[in-house]
């Protein structure tokens, strides 16, 4: 890598960094940044996992506690969640790179959507499914969008919210707690399956990690300064602008 790149890919990472923690979405600027410094689609997106895991597990160590209240509640979690993103990641890796590439217009558009009606779908799943008299329909949903983590994953984390909450850990904080246990540990089997083909560029993955570590410190102690809902609608607005880009690409319009 130039200097120039390496100094792109810090600021791209304490960028994002900061954007998750005061906002989250930042998949949405280091994907795309990552594919400007010369990463094949797939590369990009698969190096982004590892970029961004600081900022994915930096939550933990605050819920300790909730984390322990569950007990081993949590492991069924783990293995279902685990299982759909090992499938996503091979899924990806079989799928080659001109579908993936097909697919990023509609891939950030849903990334977009999810961040953008996040609140509302979440509410919706509550309401809609609160009276599942099988655990095994939330168990298949967990499965299901854990695959979309595994092959892409940006603003899966309500999603996960709403699916816990509806398991019966009504507690937000303890809801939370899982989310995040849960998108680290889909996060680093996806790493173990990407790293093992060789689709990680670790150069460029260590870079933007380094300025990830920084940037969620420093958005972490910052984040009630920022309005959040103006950040909230910049993501949008990007996310849609990026859509945008990538279908006109696809058609030819955009060189």
């Known amino acids: 890598m130039s200097l120039e790149t390496v100094a792109f890919l810090v600021c791209i990472g304490l960028f994002g960094g900061a954007w ?8 949405l600027f280091t994907f795309p940044a990552l594919m400007a410094a010369g990463l094949p689609p797939v590369v990009a997106n698969a190096t ?21 209240g569950v007990g081993s509640a949590i492991w069924p979690l783990i ?3 685990g299982l759909g993103a090992i499938a996503g990641s091979l899924l990806l890796l079989v799928s080659g790179e001109k579908l993936f590439e097909a697919l990023i217009p509609a ?9 953008a009606f996040g609140e509302r779908i979440r509410a919706a799943l509550v309401d809609g499914l609160k009276g599942a008299s099988t655990g095994l329909l939330l168990y ?25 909450q509806i398991m019966g850990f009504s507690s937000f904080h303890v809801a939370n707690s899982l989310k995040n246990l849960l998108a680290t540990s889909f996060t680093i089997l996806s790493i173990g399956v990407f790293g093992v083909s060789g689709l990680i560029a670790w150069p460029e993955a260590v870079v933007v990690m380094c300025g990830s570590t920084l940037g969620g410190d420093f958005g972490a102690r910052w984040a009630r300064l920022v309005n959040e809902r103006y950040l909230r609608a910049a993501v949008i ?19």
């Open 20 to 27: 998750n923690a005061v906002a989250g979405g930042a998949t």
């Open 48 to 68: 982004n996992y590892l970029a961004m895991l600081p900022s994915n597990a930096a939550a933990l160590p605050a819920y300790r506690r909730e984390l322990a």
């Open 79 to 81: 293995i279902v969640s």
């Open 107 to 115: 891939l950030v558009l849903a990334a977009t959507a999810l961040f």
């Open 140 to 164: 298949a949903a967990l499965f299901a969008f854990s695959i979309y983590g595994g092959y892409f994953g940006a603003g899966l984390g309500i999603i996960l919210l709403a699916i816990v």
């Open 237 to 255: 607005c990007f996310g849609l602008t990026l859509a945008g880009i990538y279908i006109a690409k696809a058609f030819g319009l955009w060189a």
